[in-house]
């Protein structure tokens, strides 16, 4: 693990010590509504039995009031935003995705793991490392997209490469949490290869994140 990560997990496990109770996730952001889907790059974990495993472990040990476990078929690494699918042409979409796939015949698949678990007021994620193949693949799909559009969506920077397996469901309190947690956290990561990125257009749905895929683009290199 390197000292970025390291750093990052104990300075948010030790915030999580002095926080009362959760944060509901499941609150409106801008521009969302039940009927809106929202087009953005993702990871995305289907065939991956060992990550599987490891987060139907943890989620047995995770039913306490105040969560909303994630389904298996909904683990996601959130990577890029585009904008919601009402207001990108097909056309940008498109060139978009043809930028995505000509920059990244070259890169390999991601090596990753995943854990230990890594909570905050809004939910309980996994640590993901190394952060830095994940950041310069992001990096290489906002380049794409600044070839297509004059700006790109979303900051580049405040970016941190999480997989999320819990969210805040209410604002309950995290004592019941927190104690579960600190026997959970020593458990080994999985592992995972990543062999595509995925543009999905997302929708909420039961308190849960559901997707269609848009297009797919293979690391492969």
Known sequence: MTSRELAS??????AYQDLPELIEHWYWRPGWRAD????????????QPE???????LQRQLVLPGLDLVPLDGLHLTMQGLGFTDEVSAPDLNAIVAEVRQRCAGLAPLELSLGPADPDAEGI??????????????ATIRDAIGAVWPAVPEPAD??????????????????PIRARLAELRDQPP?????????????????RTYRWTTAATVSLAG
């Open 125 to 138: 994620g996994l640590l993901v490392q190394p952060w830095d193949r994940v950041e310069h693949l992001r």
């Open 190 to 206: 999985a592992r995972v290869t990543v062999s595509e990125v995925t543009l999905i257009a997302l929708r909420r749905e039961n």
């Open 51 to 57: 990550l599987h495993r490891f987060v139907t472990d």
């Open 158 to 175: 405040g970016f941190r490469p999480h997989v999320t397996i819990a969210y805040s469901g209410s604002p309950a309190p995290t004592d």
């Open 36 to 47: 809106r889907r929202f087009y953005t790059w993702h990871l995305t974990f289907e065939r």
């Open 9 to 14: 997990l104990h300075q948010r496990w030790t």
